[in-house]
Every structure is written in structure tokens, then in C-alpha cells.
């Protein structure tokens, strides 16, 4: 799987940006799909995953993007996005999508779950 992602920018405090990942492969449907985040000096961390519960998927996000960001994800594109509202200084990092063929539970969160990453992409937020 190769992933592609785009969407970056530099926004102002209380704006909105959309990331998209854009990913190869025929097995896409099934793969959980994660946004991560790595701001300067910081480990990366988990911002948000499309998972999968037997037949269901259903989105998961880190406490302190609740309520603003939203991932969703279109299998016939095999595409996945973010939607970033009310973006916050803290905001700011690379922002990466990563692909998983299967993880479950809490290993969801952890960023060694995932296989396949895409290049990043910048998102800066000015107060």
C-alpha cells in the first residue's frame, strides 16, 4: 500500500484545513486507517483512526481533537480525510496517514501498529 497525503497549510487559530490520503492498493476497504502527528521536538502521536469492529468500521479519536476533527473514509476512491475545525496552535505539526491490514483494542493508538505511512504533510496554526 502507498499512501499519498495532501492538504496542508498555514491557518489561523479557529480555522479549518482537510487532509486527504489518497492510497493504492486493492485491499484498501479493509485496512484501518490512522492520522498521526508529530510536532517539533515531540514523539509522534495518534490523532484519529477508521477501524474496524467485525463488519462495521467507526471512527476513534485522541481526546484533544474530539469534537473538532472528524476522519471519514471513501473505499470507492480509497481515499481518507480529516476534517480539522477550530484548529488551535497545538495544533500544529506533520500530519501523517498510515495503514494497518489489522489491528485492534488499544494497539490502534500506537504508532509501531501501523505498516505503511505516508510523507506528511505541514499544518501550521497562528494565534
Known amino acids: 500500500v502507498q499512501l499519498q497525503a495532501s492538504g496542508g497549510g498555514l491557518v489561523q487559530a479557529g480555522g479549518s484545513l482537510r487532509l486527504s490520503c489518497a492510497a493504492s492498493?486493492?485491499?484498501?476497504?479493509?485496512?484501518?486507517m490512522g492520522w498521526f502527528r508529530q510536532a517539533p521536538g515531540k514523539e509522534r502521536e495518534f490523532v484519529a483512526a477508521h477501524i474496524w469492529r467485525g463488519i462495521t468500521s467507526y471512527p476513534d479519536y485522541a481526546d484533544s481533537v474530539k469534537g473538532r476533527f472528524t476522519i471519514s473514509r471513501d473505499n470507492a476512491k480509497s481515499t481518507v480525510t480529516l476534517q480539522m475545525n477550530s484548529l488551535k496552535p497545538e495544533d500544529t505539526a506533520v500530519y501523517y496517514c498510515?495503514?494497518?491490514?489489522?489491528?485492534?483494542?488499544?494497539?490502534?493508538?500506537?504508532?509501531?501498529?501501523?505498516?505503511?505511512w505516508g510523507q506528511g504533510t505541514l499544518v501550521t496554526v497562528s494565534s
Open positions: 498510515a495503514a494497518a491490514p489489522s489491528v485492534s483494542g488499544s494497539y490502534v493508538y500506537t504508532r509501531n501498529s501501523y505498516d505503511y
Open positions: 492498493g486493492r485491499t484498501f476497504s479493509r485496512y484501518v
